[in-house]
């Protein structure tokens, strides 16, 4: 009752996507919904209507969730010593102290939750724990169409050719190679009329972007798309952007009109600066942007300790965004997705997070006792379309652009 008290308090940034269900199975059936778009026929008074709601199209497959178990010894002399770490004298009970340790042990476990949540998005949970030897593999299923990245054409074009909107000659941005069915680069321009410009480029008209795919993902796959997850390294570069600063009144639209029309040779372009609608960010405490482009913003900034070697390393990459619909715009009932906890090594039989803890340890062993905590979950994307990657730049733009790279393993634990 304690861990699942703490388990209650753990609400992370995507807790809300993939939330906890409990089932009563070994085996995890993942079903995932294509919807239809049918609408109810006009009749006759009085006339049968004549057929039924057709069913959904579904999608089915088995999956083993992972199967997570923990120790925490807790000697009897820890206990004893009655004082709280880094006081002086300040008592620290044996409730509290165990409190605390049980907490420490839902932490770690909220960790792979939300690391595990994080891959779902990303197209797909393939992970090894380099501990057990353990693997879970299982694809979410994201539909190839929405994956995009900055540079993705369906030609091969040299660095500084054109390309076309219409009648309209774009440059690329770098060399374009056929590697994809479509001319998605031309979703990543700037205000010079380049394409394949990465975000992280000063004139990359993210707005732009932002709003094409919006409509793409709607058209495609017949819902609103109204979040947008990554990285607090991208949001800083994102800052950083001209256009994004003169819509925060940072800079002068004055002065953006200068360093933009110097770039594009164009004065037309500068002077369109000023036209864009102040709505299209939105700002929070502190002057952080909360949302951009119509699209509510997540950050997801989650940190873990490599098991082998000791290494800080990110749940989220720095340079990829996901776009998602966390509810069908037209059925409010239908969510993204679920953790499913299953029925694993529960000594109840229960789904979900169990705990037990030994009796007294037998000599020669010191005195103490210890607690194991476990679960078994795996979380699924429901609606697997309801979510799209973008490669929005390089991880090394990132890294150039922040100028001082963070230290990641400073302060490891």
Known sequence: MLARSFEQLEITPLTDLFPDVNINERTIVIEQIIEGLGITPIVRFGVPGGGFMEPNRIRSMSAQPAVVREDDFIDQALINQLRKPGTVNQAWSPEELVQRRVQQLINRHARVKDLFRSKALLGGINYVDPRSGVS?????????????????????????????????????????????????????????????????????????????????????????????????????????????????????????????????????????????????????????????????????????????????????????????????????????????????????????????????????????????????????AVYPHWICVVNVCDPTDLTTQIILQANLNYGTF
Not at 236 to 256: C, D, F, R
């Open 136 to 380: 879970v593999d299982v694809s979410t299923n994201i539909p190839p169409h929405n994956f995009f990245t900055y540079a993705g054409y369906n030609a091969t074009v040299a660095s500084g050719g054109n390309v076309y909107i219409g009648q309209t000659a774009y440059q690329a941005a770098q060399a374009f190679s056929n590697d994809k069915g479509r001319t998605e680069a031309l979703f990543f321009t700037s205000t010079d009329q380049r394409a394949g410009v990465k975000w992280t480029d000063p004139y990359a008209d993210i707005i732009r972007c932002i709003r094409l795919l919006k409509q793409y993902l709607y058209k495609t796959n017949k819902n609103r798309f109204t979040e947008i997850i990554m990285s607090s390294d991208l949001m800083t570069i994102i800052m950083e952007n001209n256009y994004i600063k003169n819509l925060m009144g940072i800079a002068s639209i004055q002065v953006l009109n200068q360093q933009t029309s110097t770039v594009a040779g164009n004065a037309a372009v500068g002077a369109s600066v000023g036209s864009i609608p102040a709505t299209y960010i939105t700002l929070g405490v502190g002057g952080d942007i909360t949302s951009i482009g119509g699209l509510k913003v997540r950050l997801m900034d989650g940190l873990y300790r490599d098991p082998v070697t000791n290494e800080i390393q990110t749940f989220w990459p720095s340079n990829q965004i996901a776009i998602v619909a966390p509810r069908a715009m037209q059925d409010a009932n239908a969510s993204l997705g679920f953790t499913y906890h299953a029925s694993g090594e529960s000594p109840d039989g229960a789904p979900g997070l169990f705990m037990r803890v030994s009796g007294m340890t037998e000599p020669p062993a010191p005195t103490g006792r210890v607690m194991q905590l476990g679960d078994s979950f795996l979380p699924v």
